[in-house]
């Protein structure tokens, strides 16, 4: 079973930037698809990023783009994701999540693995 490990989040003032990372324990990401999602208090989890497993093909919520910038790198079986004008209403916990299909999911439902979340506070 494949362990997905988020990491990097934490506090930042507006106009901040923070790397988050996602770690693959047991498998590379090869033939798979990564996603980033957030959830904020109150609100569902939302789509934020994703990428397949070469990082030749990318997509992003419309409320990101611009500012946010996925990555992987299967030397390291670590997807980043680059978060830059970083704004209050960023604030969540983060999730990566991953998929063995070609075709990248944007939902929720397209991804069957999860990791813990990591929590990210964007302060005004």
């Known amino acids: 079973q494949v362990q997905l490990v988020e990491s990097g989040g934490g506090l930042v003032q507006a106009g901040g930037s923070l790397r988050l990372s996602c770690a693959a324990s047991?498998?590379?990401?090869?033939?798979?698809?990564t996603g980033w999602f957030r959830q904020a208090p109150g609100k569902e989890r939302e789509f934020v990023a994703a990428?397949?497993?070469?990082?030749?093909?990318?997509y992003y919520a419309d409320s990101v783009k611009g500012r946010f910038t996925i990555s992987i790198d299967n030397a390291k079986n670590t997807v980043y994701l680059q978060m830059n004008s970083l704004k209050p209403e960023d604030t969540a916990v983060y999730y990566c999540?991953?998929?063995?299909?070609?075709?990248?999911?944007?939902?929720?439902?397209?991804?069957?693995?999860w990791g813990q979340g990591t929590q990210v506070t964007v302060s005004a």
């Open positions: 990428t397949n497993w070469n990082g030749r093909s990318t």
């Open positions: 047991g498998r590379t990401f090869s033939n798979y698809a």
């Open positions: 999540a991953n998929e063995k299909t070609s075709v990248v999911p944007r939902t929720t439902t397209g991804f069957g693995s």
